[in-house]
């Protein structure tokens, strides 16, 4: 009965491990962001023509909108297992990393197979070493080099800015970037810069750049840098709104860190608790705990209570995270 529940775990663990890492249940709204832009760039028509500006919190808010429905769609998007390799920084090949995988799964295997011998078991450690730890480790080093990009990507753009308003060509204000920015802004923006010398049009290499770095901020920069290779314009005024925006965010981002931390420190000793008040009791009276552990009842309400655990964890997580 122990070891059917033990693999059962396994399993669920796995199979929630795949969906968080491959389910992404949102939909897009195209067309409102396609009138966002068209906004954008009619302002920025209207002031090659007239010579009259437009209202900056109006374009701000704008800008912002428009934030919202590209992130909305870049959550829409299926990542395949390259594309997630590309975005965590790893160097990998897909079958590098599918190679290393069942390496894993089969240490994993033949390590419980030495501790215990249990043919289920070993399948389930095999099973969760295999698809379960090298996704959630995928999935881990992803969002890492993401979060970085973020916090590093504004000063970038305000280099462009800068580079842009004394007169520099973009391709310039690039190279600047690769040259002496932080990683993982500093590769990304190489990137582009090969792909320049391979023949690639700006346009082309930034909307690269969007698809490795599957963020709003990523696609925006994208949309912006294709207007005005296409239009022309004030590229220098629409990255300042940009980078504008994108300094708000980190600083909203910031606040809402500092008030749900109390949130979060309550909501870890409220998941603590049970396994410190039941290693306590374990460690006074061994006896006492043992029935949960040696009776087919007690392994039931074991099982129910990290299933019931889990779940007020999870939704925890969800109400103390949000989304700017």
Same mark, same amino acid.
């Given at each position: 009965?122990?070891?059917?529940?033990?693999?059962?775990?396994?399993i669920v663990i796995t199979v929630a491990g795949l969906m968080y890492a491959f389910v992404y249940p949102y939909l897009s709204g195209d067309i409102k962001a396609q009138k966002r832009q068209a906004a954008l760039t009619g302002g920025s028509s209207d002031r090659a023509g007239a010579g009259k500006g437009v209202d900056p919190a109006k374009r701000r808010k704008l800008i912002t909108e428009s934030l919202k429905e590209v992130e909305e769609r870049n959550k829409k998007k299926r990542l395949d297992l390259e594309q997630?390799?590309?975005? +965590?920084?790893?160097?990998?090949?897909?079958?590098?990393?599918?190679?290393?995988?069942v390496a894993?799964?089969?240490?994993? @295997?033949?390590?419980?197979?030495?501790?215990?011998?249990?043919?289920?078991?070993?399948?389930?450690?095999?099973?969760? #070493?295999?698809?379960g730890v090298p996704n959630w480790l995928l999935s881990f080093l992803r969002k890492r080099r993401i979060a970085k990009f973020i916090d590093a990507f504004p000063g970038a753009i305000d280099i462009i800015i800068r580079g842009v308003k &004394?007169?520099?060509?973009? +391709?310039?204000?690039?190279?600047?970037? &690769? @040259?002496?920015?932080?990683?993982?802004?500093?590769?990304?923006?190489?990137?582009?810069?090969?792909s320049q010398t391979i023949g690639m049009s700006i346009g082309?290499? =930034?909307?690269?750049? +969007?698809?490795?770095?599957?963020?709003?901020? @990523?696609?925006?920069?994208?949309? =912006?840098?294709?207007?005005?290779?296409?239009s022309g314009g004030n590229l220098s005024e629409a990255? #300042?709104?940009?980078?504008?925006?994108?300094r708000d965010r980190k600083k909203m981002k910031g606040k809402i860190k500092a008030m749900s931390s109390e949130?979060?420190?309550? &909501?870890?000793?409220? #998941?603590?608790?049970?396994?410190?008040?039941?290693?306590? =009791?374990?460690?006074?009276?061994?006896?006492?705990?043992?029935?949960?552990?040696?009776?087919?009842?007690?392994?039931?309400?074991v099982a129910c209570g990290l299933i019931w655990m889990t779940i007020g964890v999870l939704m925890m997580r969800k109400m103390i995270n949000f989304d700017i």
């Open positions: 009965m122990d070891k059917q529940i033990v693999v059962v775990a396994l997630r390799i590309t975005q +965590a920084g790893l160097t990998w090949t897909k079958q590098m990393f599918l190679i290393g995988s894993f799964g089969l240490l994993v @295997a033949f390590l419980l197979f030495v501790v215990n011998g249990d043919l289920l078991i070993v399948a389930g450690g095999a099973i969760v #070493g295999m698809f &004394a007169g520099l060509p973009v +391709a310039d204000c690039f190279r600047v970037i &690769a @040259a002496e920015s932080q990683e993982p802004v500093r590769s990304e923006f190489r990137r582009i810069i090969e082309e290499a =930034v909307e690269r750049f +969007a698809e490795r770095v599957p963020v709003s901020e @990523a696609s925006f920069f994208s949309i =912006v840098i294709n207007i005005q290779q296409k990255l #300042g709104n940009l980078s504008r925006v994108l949130a979060k420190a309550s &909501a870890y000793i409220i #998941g603590s608790l049970p396994f410190l008040v039941g290693g306590s =009791v374990y460690l006074t009276t061994p006896s006492y705990m043992m029935v949960l552990f040696t009776t087919d009842i007690g392994k039931v309400i």
